[in-house]
């Protein structure tokens, strides 16, 4: 049997080349919907909006973690949905600790001094030392607690039960949040939206961290109190954050973020997708799936993931 | 018998601290020259001088790395002199590779799309698959190395015979310098300055480095060819470079390189000397003098290092 692919991307022409390159037996790339598509690869929202004229939809891959836009119950869920993982820990670690090190090395201000011509050779921070608090340890938490080691950072854990990253110093669970957050001098929030994460970042937590403290979301933006954060670095009862995403996104025009002092924002763009990452998850797959055997990174259309 | 410290830094109420917490032996710590001080930890001009009214001196501990005020042979030079060692490694890890994750990471862009209110979500790049090439594998080159395996780099290595550490994938001596430096994503000098080291990063290395390479300079102002470079990077034929160190320090306020485009400075700020990791040298270094033995880190007056 020939299957028949239709990839719904913005990067479409790179994952075409890359599906070719592995030259997958039985497979034939369409460049528009077809009834007889029964493979799409793509963006979820691509997907969803071609769902109607794909009847013959066995399996999508979406190319991003995130799938919320077919988890929609008015959606159709009668075809096999998997989702990229895997992939993003290093890119989130890289993110991480590229604002990190921004943060101590004084990058911005750096900037600054050369526009103004003015030679400042004041000392500057480092990570060694410091101590990084995570909300999260899944396989991103672990490879973001696995780089903080190796910058000779103290790592705490903030999870509901497992204890699995070894490069993590000291767990806490339930009830222990504010001992977890007690004195760290970085949070970082890599927790998925669930009813127990929303705004888990709120007046309370924020209000047990140091003044020095650097707070950085790359989970949801549903963990962050908003008004809660806007207030502590108004205040300076934080030295700054960084947010990758947000209650709304594209974070709307009129939204304070934009203009908070101390306040870093990036465009859900901490973990990329990026088509050789992905194009690998999708071939390994495809093999699964003309073998017939269980794919890789299902998700549950009831649990969300 | 007992000795006299003398501190010179602008940061000696620090030190002060740090070595009076060590609870050193037959030691008393000055606030101002006298004829009986034999020991002084300090900053090699603060060092300088002083000389003249430091007659008993018999040990400098230097709180730099650079000691070339007191290489002057019109000085004095009847003390041993030593100088601070490593410890300067994973701080200029932490330098090139923050400015490397703000190069991929586009993070100064980011800056300037939050100033502008643009939601810009285009991918960024990463660090993982790319050539770092490090001019000089001593120490801190190691270091690098090191963490650029960390974050998944090719790392090629140039020095003049050795082949020390094993996180680089393939070294290059003598006249391999073209081969070393061609393709490279990023060209790092850690050099020290020697008469071999002096514009090594010319023209013609500059003319071998693709269009998207970056180069930085932790060693030394004089490897760099200051007009070739600016060259370079006025006519885009590398995508950047980041300064740390140059021929004239502080860098003469007319000097170009304030305004170049794609070029970052700073300030000879690479590695500080943090006042916790040098009062470990000097601490170290005291038990070794008190019980006559060799101190660490001698600096020879004719070599210079």
Known sequence: MTHKLLILSELADQYRTLVEEAQLPDLVIESAPTPEIDI????????????????????????WAGVEPLL????????????ARGVFGRLMSEYILGYLLAHERKIFQRLEDQKNKRWD???????????????????????????????????RGYTWSSETSADVDK?????????????????VNI??????????INAELLNVLPPHALVINVGRGSAVDESALLEALNQNKIAGAVLDVFEKEPLPKDHPFWTTPNLLITFHTSAPSLPEDIAKIFIENYKLFIEGKPLKYQVDFEKGY
Chains 1, 2 share one sequence.
Do not use: C
């Open 191 to 200: 927790l998925p939206n669930t009813k127990d994460t929303r705004k888990i």
């Open 171 to 187: 767990y806490f669970h339930g009830s222990d949040l504010l001992e977890f957050a007690h004195g760290l001098d970085y949070l």
């Open 40 to 63: 799409v690869l793509g963006e979820p929202s691509r997907i969803k909006a071609a769902l109607a004229s794909l009847p013959a939809l066995s399996w999508s891959q979406s190319i």
């Open 72 to 83: 929609d119950p008015a959606s159709r869920r009668n075809y096999i949905l998997t989702n």
């Open 121 to 155: 050779d004041s000392d500057t921070g480092t990570l060694r030392g410091k101590t990084i608090g995570l909300l999260g340890v899944g396989s991103i938490g672990a490879d973001v607690a696995r780089a903080a080691k190796f910058f000779g950072m103290n790592v």
